[in-house]
């Protein structure tokens, strides 16, 4: 039996605009009545937030090192259900962690999950050229199949004419959809990526998307189908809820606003299946931690651009008085920068952070750390910032293959890595357990 699951949009580079190409297809697939579930491959933020504007439900992430292999299947069967998959890659397809087409690659998790490869190339000034460039992309694809292509960037109707000949003179995949060159069509970005949508303007743009998409529907779907068995699969559990409660009957207080936006979204549900009751708070509203928190988490974000706030927030009057009494705290990236006594933005202006730990961060002009992370104990995750902290007497909170490992002082772990916490759920627990003490 032929049926389409879903499909992975893929690139040959990054920058080519996968994450318009992306969004446009999700958003016209559901104006055409294909219900979609998003995913992201890699350790990435800013694009599931995107996505869940597109497609009006959570993207999860999908990543064969972070995540972990064996967990990337159930995972896009699970939260799919029963709804088009449609994964956007990570870098090009055959980049990860090392090699080519290796451990975190979009061409990795191809394999793992049997899915078809869009490949979206960026096509400006270009005609026949694409035919060797897909031809070269195409003879590496070893365990799973490139489905088409869609060129991205597009003078008109005769240069996609002219890319479609090129394509079938070799016989190689159909292209299958295109953009224009269109500036407005361009997502603004900053620093760490594209800026993170907005409510009814980021609407407006999925619409206008979706509308310059030049695709046929029936299309797509043919090129995407795949053989599964006839004998329908089992329902596969979901490999967050591993059926035990380390957390049960705990609190975890997590800052979320503008400042702490990087969350992904399986820690919240891992927390939940854990027994843990997450509790939202605003470092930049000046919330204090809820009267019952027995452990707080302070995710990634942007801090820099939120100095002003945060330096007068009252959020830190309570977070100090829990950390004085041995509360457990977990910083990642941004948290850290705000846990500090001064964080240095980008124009040079130096502010007083929270003061908890005796430490100062600056930003950089340039990327300051970007690559998989792995500590001794297990958990997994991954470091990415445009800022660094200056050299402190503090210990080390992590023991890393590479990377910062990062501060700890009392029962607060800090540093530049954002975890994925079902990848050591054991470990992972005792970092925010009261009654764990590591």
Same mark, same amino acid.
């Given at each position: 039996?032929?049926?389409?699951?879903?499909?992975?949009?893929?690139?040959?580079?990054?920058?080519?605009?996968?994450?318009? !190409?992306?969004?446009?297809?999700?958003?016209?697939?559901?104006?055409?009545?294909?219900?979609?579930?998003?995913?992201?491959?890699?350790?990435?933020?800013?694009?599931?937030?995107?996505?869940?504007?597109?497609?009006?439900?959570?993207?999860?992430?999908?990543?064969?090192?972070?995540?972990?292999?064996?967990?990337?299947?159930?995972?896009?069967?699970?939260?799919?259900?029963?709804?088009?998959?449609?994964?956007?890659?990570?870098?090009?397809?055959?980049?990860?962690?090392?090699?080519?087409?290796?451990?975190?690659?979009?061409?990795?998790?191809?394999?793992?999950?049997?899915?078809? !490869?869009?490949?979206?190339?960026?096509?400006?000034?270009?005609?026949?050229?694409?035919?060797?460039?897909?031809?070269?992309?195409?003879? @590496?694809?070893?365990?799973?199949?490139?489905?088409?292509?869609?060129?991205?960037?597009?003078?008109?109707?005769?240069?996609?004419?002219?890319?479609?000949?090129?394509?079938?003179?070799?016989?190689?995949?159909?292209?299958?959809?295109?953009?224009?060159?269109?500036?407005?069509?361009?997502?603004?970005?900053?620093?760490?990526?594209?800026?993170?949508?907005?409510?009814?303007?980021?609407?407006?743009?999925?619409?206008?998307?979706?509308?310059?998409?030049?695709?046929?529907?029936?299309?797509?779907?043919?090129?995407?189908?795949?053989?599964?068995?006839?004998?329908?699969?089992?329902?596969?559990?979901?490999?967050?809820?591993?059926?035990?409660?380390?957390?049960?009957?705990?609190?975890?207080?997590?800052?979320?606003?503008?400042?702490?936006?990087?969350?992904?979204?399986?820690?919240?549900?891992?927390?939940?299946?854990?027994?843990?009751?997450?509790?939202?708070?605003?470092?930049?509203?000046?919330?204090?931690?809820?009267?019952?928190?027995?452990?707080?988490?302070?995710?990634?974000? @942007?801090?820099?651009?939120?100095?002003?706030?945060?330096?007068?927030?009252?959020?830190?009057?309570?977070?100090?008085?829990?950390?004085?009494?041995?509360?457990?705290?977990?910083?990642?990236?941004?948290?850290?920068?705000?846990?500090?006594?001064?964080?240095?933005?980008?124009?040079?202006?130096?502010?007083?952070?929270?003061?908890?730990?005796?430490?100062?961060?600056?930003?950089?002009?340039?990327?300051?750390?970007?690559?998989?992370?792995?500590?001794?104990?297990?958990?997994?995750?991954?470091?990415?910032?445009?800022?660094?902290?200056?050299?402190?007497?503090?210990?080390?909170?992590?023991?890393?293959?590479?990377?910062?490992?990062?501060?700890?002082?009392?029962?607060?772990?800090?540093? @530049?890595?954002?975890? @994925?916490?079902?990848?050591?759920?054991?470990?992972?627990?005792?970092?925010?357990?009261?009654?764990?003490?590591?």
């Amino acid at each position: 039996m032929d049926t389409a699951r879903g499909f992975i949009v893929a690139s040959a580079h990054s920058r080519s605009g996968k994450t318009t !190409v992306t969004l446009a297809l999700m958003a016209a697939l559901r104006r055409v009545g294909v219900e979609v579930a998003p995913f992201k491959a890699g350790p990435d933020y800013i694009d599931p937030a995107w996505h869940r504007i597109a497609c009006e439900r959570d993207a999860i992430n999908l990543d064969t090192f972070m995540v972990g292999r064996p967990a990337c299947r159930p995972l896009f069967e699970h939260r799919r259900a029963g709804a088009l998959g449609i994964i956007e890659g990570v870098m090009g397809l055959y980049d990860g962690k090392s090699g080519i087409g290796g451990p975190g690659s979009t061409a990795d998790l191809a394999k793992v999950l049997d899915l078809p !490869v869009v490949l979206v190339v960026e096509a400006r000034g270009m005609a026949g050229s694409i035919a060797p460039l897909v031809d070269g992309f195409v003879r @590496y694809a070893e365990g799973f199949r490139i489905a088409g292509v869609i060129a991205n960037r597009v003078g008109g109707a005769m240069h996609v004419q002219m890319l479609k000949e090129a394509l079938a003179s070799r016989h190689l995949p159909p292209l299958l959809a295109a953009l224009p060159r269109d500036e407005s069509l361009t997502l603004e970005e900053r620093h760490l990526g594209l800026i993170l949508p907005g409510d009814r303007k980021s609407e407006m743009e999925m619409a206008h998307l979706a509308e310059a998409l030049v695709w046929q529907p029936d299309d797509l779907l043919t090129a995407i189908r795949t053989k599964v068995p006839d004998t329908p699969m089992a329902p596969l559990p979901d490999p967050l809820a591993d059926g035990q409660k380390r957390l049960d009957g705990q609190t975890i207080a997590v800052a979320r606003d503008a400042a702490f936006c990087f969350i992904y979204r399986a820690n919240l549900d891992w927390l939940a299946h854990q027994g843990a009751e997450v509790r939202f708070f605003s470092p930049i509203a000046g919330d204090p931690l809820p009267a019952e928190t027995t452990a707080a988490w302070l995710p990634g974000g @942007y801090p820099e651009l939120h100095c002003k706030a945060l330096f007068r927030s009252k959020s830190w009057e309570t977070l100090a008085t829990f950390v004085q009494q041995d509360g457990p705290l977990l910083a990642e990236c941004g948290g850290m920068m705000a846990l500090g006594r001064s964080l240095t933005d980008k124009a040079g202006q130096t502010w007083p952070m929270a003061g908890i730990l005796d430490l100062e961060t600056r930003m950089t002009p340039r990327l300051a750390g970007l690559g998989y992370r792995q500590e001794q104990s297990g958990p997994r995750g991954h470091e990415f910032h445009h800022s660094k902290r200056e050299p402190c007497s503090l210990p080390a909170a992590f023991q890393l293959d590479r990377g910062d490992p990062g501060v700890r002082h009392k029962r607060v772990r800090a540093s @530049y890595v954002h975890w @994925y916490f079902p990848s050591a759920p054991e470990q992972c627990a005792s970092w925010l357990s009261r009654s764990m003490a590591t």
